[in-house]
């Protein structure tokens, strides 16, 4: 949630939709690491990187 404001500053910036397309690749690339990831602390820290984008990506498309 910290950073969605960070999020809706990057979108008046670079634009809504580049910054949704990024966030979105990002989250792609984090959900598709969850099956090669056996430990505990390391799916804790992937989960918290990919809630970060998804939330950055909320602003963004408010912005449209």
């Known amino acids: 949630m910290l950073l969605s404001s960070t999020a809706g500053t990057l979108g008046d910036r670079f634009g809504p939709r580049r910054l949704i397309v990024v966030a979105l690749l990002f989250t792609a690339f984090f959900a598709a690491l969850y099956p090669f ?9 992937l989960g918290l ?16």
């Open 37 to 45: 990831v056996s430990s505990v602390p390391w799916l804790i820290s």
């Open 49 to 64: 990187v990919e809630g970060a984008f998804t939330i950055s990506d909320r602003p963004a498309s408010w912005l449209r």
